[in-house]
């Protein structure tokens, strides 16, 4: 999904009450239309927000529509812009960000909106590591922070119990993890030991960014088109390795991709189970059991002073259209700036288990003793701020994103199947990586 893709086939924050736009026409408002990709608690949030936004003034009616997974709506939107009825903002999630960066003219930035609209979107009210990644070179903002999240370690206590682990150490490093989910298997505390989902993101891009490894090179792709994968090299593959050798004593189970391990953790099947932060929603909706949420492990070997994990979630991109108006734009801009008023951003938080996106946010949120309230609610938000942010731990840049992390999977499934090694998984992971690549670098270059 590159550029050609897309354009053929398919300090202070947000002061949005200056930005109240005129009606489209005489007595009418203005409407606007989000897809969004959150389904369950967190889709009922983004409904509240809807309803808060147009109760709070009287001139948008804006409308959030589920449109599926993030790669689903993604596709629609792309389907959208081909067919002239792009809607108004389109949620995609973090590693969407380099392709949408190529689509030229269906994209309206952040930073142009706020310059069109008046609208006062200052980068630095951001908390590093979101600015970081959705900013480009100069420092705008190329889309607005909505749902961000991070990876964490999420455990079943009453199961550490049952295997006489101590629930208030969680396992630190991948070694104390390891022998964890052995004792945790061993002693059959859970039907499952240990899960993990988004496996690619969290077992790998998280751990090269936790680790200071490079993913690929260019800066992980922040710095030109022409990167190329590094995940074939030895930590990496000694990565994948421990979860064979886990999956083979039965103390891992790869229980699918992307989210669909999430609901075999807080269903009481796995002890533990690595997971983002803004699965809280549906954990403290679906336990039975008592749980906390721990930072990732790190590896002491290669990084002995860990650096920040990186952000998950999604941003909100503006979408162009024939004969959209000023007026729609202004709209927009004005959802912007409702979105981004701290006690917004605190309850989204709250609600969810995404981190506040601003510091004003994080702040309205810790004064309102929710962290204290909710011990290891703030464990996301620390992880990130943690260490020192390198250009190995700022994030991914890389086009096609989507399309690589799926040829990750089909390498490391194949691996975990016993159909081949961890090195000989890695080495076609990358060789198949770069392709992509280049057919995305050949495309945007054009």
């Known amino acids: 999904m590159d550029r050609r893709v897309l354009l053929t086939g398919v300090g202070s924050v947000a002061a949005w009450t200056a930005l109240r736009p005129g009606p489209a026409a005489a007595g009418d408002k203005t409407t606007i239309v989000l897809w969004h990709a959150m389904s369950g608690a967190n889709g009922e949030e983004v409904e509240r927000l809807a309803r808060d936004f147009n109760a ?5 009616t804006l409308e959030a529509v589920f449109k599926g997974t993030y790669p689903e709506t993604l596709t629609a939107a792309i389907a959208a812009y081909r067919a002239g009825k792009a809607p108004h903002i389109v ?55 909505f749902n961000s999240s991070t990876a964490v370690m999420w455990y079943n206590r ?53 680790q200071n490894l490079p993913y690929a090179t260019e800066g992980n792709g922040y710095d030109g088109l022409g990167a190329q994968l590094l995940i074939n090299t030895k930590p990496f593959v000694d990565q994948l390795q421990r979860f064979m050798d886990l999956s083979k004593d039965g103390a891992f189970k790869y229980a699918g991709r992307d989210t669909a391990p999430d609901a075999v953790f807080y269903s009481g099947q796995a002890a533990i189970g ?58 927009v801009a004005a959802f912007y700036g409702f979105i981004s008023k701290p006690e917004q951003v605190a309850l989204y938080a709250q609600h969810t288990g995404y981190v506040p996106v601003t510091s004003a946010g994080y702040e309205a949120t810790k004064q309102a003793g929710y962290f204290e309230k909710n011990p290891g609610t703030d464990v996301p938000a620390q992880q990130l701020g943690r260490g020192e942010l390198t250009p190995n731990s700022r994030g991914l840049r890389l086009g096609r994103l989507p399309e690589i992390r799926v040829i990750l999977y089909e390498e490391i499934e194949k691996a975990l199947q016993g159909q081949q090694g961890a090195q000989a998984a890695m080495d076609s992971a990358v060789a198949r990586g770069n392709r992509v690549l280049r057919e995305f670098q050949k495309s945007a270059r054009g």
């Open 56 to 60: 709070s003034q009287s001139d948008v």
């Open 91 to 145: 949620q995609i999630f973090e590693v969407g960000t380099g392709t949408m960066l190529q689509a030229g003219p269906a994209i309206k930035p952040a930073w142009k909106l706020a310059e069109e609209t008046g609208l006062a979107l200052d980068p630095k009210a951001y908390i590093p590591g979101v600015r970081g990644y959705y900013s480009l070179p100069d420092g705008k903002l190329a889309s607005m922070p």
């Open 158 to 210: 009453d199961a550490f119990e049952k295997a006489g682990l101590d629930p208030d150490k969680p396992p630190a490093t991948y070694d104390d993890f390891a022998k964890a989910a052995r004792t945790l298997a061993s002693k059959a505390a859970t039907p499952i030991a240990s899960t993990s989902a988004w496996m690619t993101w969290i077992q790998f891009e998280e751990y090269a960014a936790i």
């Open 274 to 331: 690595f997971g983002s932060s803004s699965g809280r929603a549906d954990i403290v909706k679906n336990a039975k059991f008592r749980y906390a949420e721990a930072f990732l492990p790190t590896e002491p070997a290669l990084n002995p002073k860990p650096n920040n994990s990186i952000i998950g979630g999604a941003s909100l991109w503006a979408m162009t259209a024939p004969k959209r108006t000023e007026a729609e734009y202004k709209a």
